[in-house]
């Protein structure tokens, strides 16, 4: 016998077919493993699973209409109804509607997992253009429907009670998937159905790698060529500024201490491995200590504050009248531009009312330009735009292929994405690193 019991599925002594290829652990009389193991390798055995409580199926008021690219992608998905698996897709080129569609094809209980509450709120949206009731699973409300929206956080609260009453998993974002916290989501889940979606699939820890466990196997990438017909034309323009002689000589001498400090560890100063190690040695090591104050200062002179809001200011006159976004990695530099500028700052300190009222004016055209910290980089559906400024950054090409999706949108014939770059810093080599994705793809 088989059966499932808050989140773990218990397996009889004459399951020995299961017992001998899972080796599963021994409880007592029975032996006990995850659903997932079940269902992704054994998926012949499902329907001898006791203590299923599958919600109805879903009726679609019809299917989306899908582009040519993401047909493949469910097509390669779909093929010999495996229907396991992960889709890369660069941002703005339809993850949602291929997901729907995904839905409306299989006509089973759904259980569609994002990591935000605004994201919760834009897929009940787009899902209720074609099915009538649509649930929402998260810390505001409860309600539980043939197809239901929840947040990473509460469906990872509730992976026990969750997990015998959807056929059908889907994880947007699911590079969050993998994290420790998360993971039991698909773990404890008799699904056996189940599509990744992202951007970019891996994670700076190498934890991707458990999403063929947890999901299924890589499936397809769409890349930005494949959709070049669907999508605004764009380009990328690189602006170089110069610190002065005085900072630029301030600037050597503190990253060398960095440098040092960690050649005198036998560690690459380039990897981000490597400064978290510092820092924590930082806590008891006076020496540590000021090798990560000597990096802080190094990072805030080569952000060069006035020059780079010069340069913002000539691109927001060059671009007056078009909806402009710009990123930057610190919140200090989000506010002084706000302020110098009468822009609107999202950052991680105010309110999703407020982020919304700033995102509504943005859609409308009563305000053109937005700045923010990270808060726009994932995890929200930002309105349209032309122009993307990042006056700074991480080396991370999730967070570059984010925030070029920004602009990307199809409505928009022309894109631009401007870059600026303190020259002779470690900004040279941070963008290098996060474009590094558009080299490989050819681009």
Wanted: proline share 5%; aromatic share 10%.
């Amino acid at each position: 016998m088989i059966r499932f019991y808050k989140g773990l599925i218990f397996i009889s002594k004459d399951e020995s077919e299961i017992i001998s290829k899972i080796n599963p652990k021994k409880y007592k009389d029975e032996f006990v493993i995850f659903p997932s193991e079940i269902v992704l390798n054994f998926p012949e055995k499902i329907k001898e699973i006791k203590g299923l409580e599958f919600l109805p199926n879903p009726n679609p008021l019809e299917f989306p209409e899908i582009r040519d690219y993401q047909k493949k992608a469910f097509d390669l998905w779909s093929v010999d109804g495996n229907f396991k698996g992960t889709i890369v897709m660069p941002t703005g080129t339809g993850k949602t509607f291929l997901a729907i569609y995904c839905i409306c094809y299989l006509k089973l209980p759904t259980l569609c997992v994002v990591p935000t509450l605004a994201l919760v709120d834009q897929w009940i949206q787009k899902l209720e253009l074609f099915f009538e009731e649509v649930g929402e699973w998260t810390g505001r409300t409860k309600n539980l429907k043939p197809i239901t929206v929840a947040t990473y956080d509460s469906a990872s609260i509730s992976a026990e009670f969750l997990g015998n009453k959807f056929a059908f998993l889907i994880f947007d974002e699911v590079h969050h998937l993998p994290s420790e916290n998360y993971r039991k989501i698909a773990q404890m889940s008799v699904a056996w159905n189940r599509l990744g979606l992202t951007a970019t699939l891996e994670r700076e820890d190498g934890l991707h790698k458990l999403l063929p466990e947890l999901v299924g196997s890589f499936i397809y990438k769409v890349n930005i060529q494949d959709v070049r017909d669907f999508i605004a034309d764009w380009h990328i323009v690189q602006l170089n500024i110069k610190m002065t002689k005085e900072d630029a000589i301030k600037y050597s001498t503190l990253m060398k201490k960095y440098r040092d400090f960690c050649a005198s560890l036998g560690l690459n100063p380039g990897e981000k491995e490597t400064f978290l190690r510092v820092l924590r040695l930082s806590f008891r090591d006076p020496i540590a200590r000021e090798a990560v104050s000597s990096l802080r200062e190094a990072k805030k002179l080569a952000m060069n504050y006035e020059e780079k809001i010069n340069v913002v200011r000539e691109i927001l006159k060059k671009h007056r009248g078009e909806k402009i976004l710009i990123f930057t990695d610190s919140q200090q530099m989000a506010y002084k531009i706000s302020e110098t500028f009468f822009i609107p700052a999202i950052t991680s300190e105010i309110s999703m009312e407020e982020r919304s009222f700033y995102l509504k004016a943005f859609s409308e055209g009563k305000i053109t330009a937005i700045v923010s910290a990270h808060v726009l980089d994932e995890g929200i559906d930002v309105p349209e735009a032309s122009v993307a400024v990042i006056v700074s950054g991480s080396g991370s090409p999730r967070e570059f292929v984010q925030r070029l999706g920004r602009i990307l949108r199809p409505s928009k014939p022309k894109a631009i994405m401007y870059e600026i770059i303190s020259s002779s810093t470690s900004e040279y080599s941070t963008s290098k690193r996060r474009k590094q994705v558009l080299y490989e793809e050819n681009l």
